[in-house]
């Protein structure tokens, strides 16, 4: 394996790269994952804390179900009965409407002791509306004898204790669940700083460094010898020449073409060399011609 990394350089890169790519597929992965463990707890905190506001509206409901019964009690005529009556069943609608919404917050392990909530709210319920009923057809009088009573005190009171358990039940899961959003946000920090960022780090460190040792500098190299050949030295060593990757092979063709090149220089030197010599023996071979001439002209001068 190590060998065929260094008879490839691209290899070594795509192999870079893809670590990279793993490293941050991995960041991706671990920070969707924490992110939706994040949002399920905070969705669950969010719940319990609208199940604790839920439980502060029905409490309020009931304080203003019983204001509205101690008006009809004290109600002078029909008419003002009538008006304490109708705003009584419109707090007991608000009131139904709000525990129905509560239930669908509260979690699977606090429904029992809600059921006995809803057993509570359902006699309120029906006792207040006898109340109103009694107020409006009979009089104040007797919804004050049917209202105004013992038993009348005991429902509210059992009513007033099942809210506050289960209000109180929401509030905490709420605390709970937070502190646990809280923690889980602190541990996933942590978590990427500790294990996601270093290793992200590490493999652009190392990416950077194959690049520039594998890549920039015998480029660099490479571009400084041709530069060096075009302007004649032709003796200087060819760098990367022992490498077994596509850069190696790069430094061997730079060296065939520094052999070719002084091969070329060679020749030429050679045939400047020649022509030297040649021109030497002419410029002889005339001299030889125009002393021979001349002694032939004073011989013939001569005879």
Request: hydrophobic letters at 50%.
């Amino acid at each position: 394996m190590l060998n065929f990394l260094q008879r490839s350089l691209s290899v070594r890169i795509y192999l870079i790269f893809s670590l990279l790519a793993v490293s941050a597929l991995v960041a991706a992965i671990a920070s969707s994952y924490m992110l939706r463990n994040n949002t399920f707890e905070s969705v669950e905190a969010f719940r319990a804390a609208n199940a604790a506001r839920a439980g502060e509206r029905v409490n309020a409901h009931v304080l203003a179900v019983v204001a509205e019964s101690r008006g009809i009690y004290m109600a002078k005529t029909a008419a003002e009965a009538q008006r304490f009556a109708a705003a009584l069943r419109s707090r007991l609608e608000q009131l139904q409407r709000d525990v129905a919404q509560w239930k669908v917050l509260v979690p699977a392990e606090q429904r029992p002791a809600f059921a006995k909530l809803e057993e509570t709210v359902a006699d309120f319920v029906r006792f207040r509306t006898e109340t109103a009923r009694l107020g409006v057809e009979v009089g104040a009088a007797a919804a004050d004898a049917q209202g105004n009573n013992e038993q009348n005190r005991a429902n509210r009171q059992a009513l007033n204790n099942a809210i506050s358990e289960n209000s109180k039940a929401a509030a905490e899961l709420a605390d709970q669940l937070s502190a646990e959003v809280y923690a889980s946000g602190q541990r996933q920090t942590i978590l990427i700083v500790v294990f996601v960022l270093p290793l992200v780090l590490i493999c652009g460190i190392a990416a950077v460094i194959t690049v520039r040792r594998s890549v920039l500098t015998p480029m660099a190299q490479a571009t400084d010898r041709l530069t060096a050949m075009a302007t004649g030295d032709l003796a200087s060593a060819v760098p990367g020449a022992e490498r077994r990757d596509e850069l190696g092979r790069i430094a061997a063709a730079m060296m065939q073409l520094r052999d070719s090149l002084s091969q070329a220089v060679q020749l030429q030197a050679e045939q400047a060399r020649l022509q030297e010599v040649q021109v030497q023996r002419a410029a002889r071979l005339e001299a030889l011609t125009r002393g021979f001439e001349g002694a032939v002209g004073q011989l013939s001068s001569t005879l």
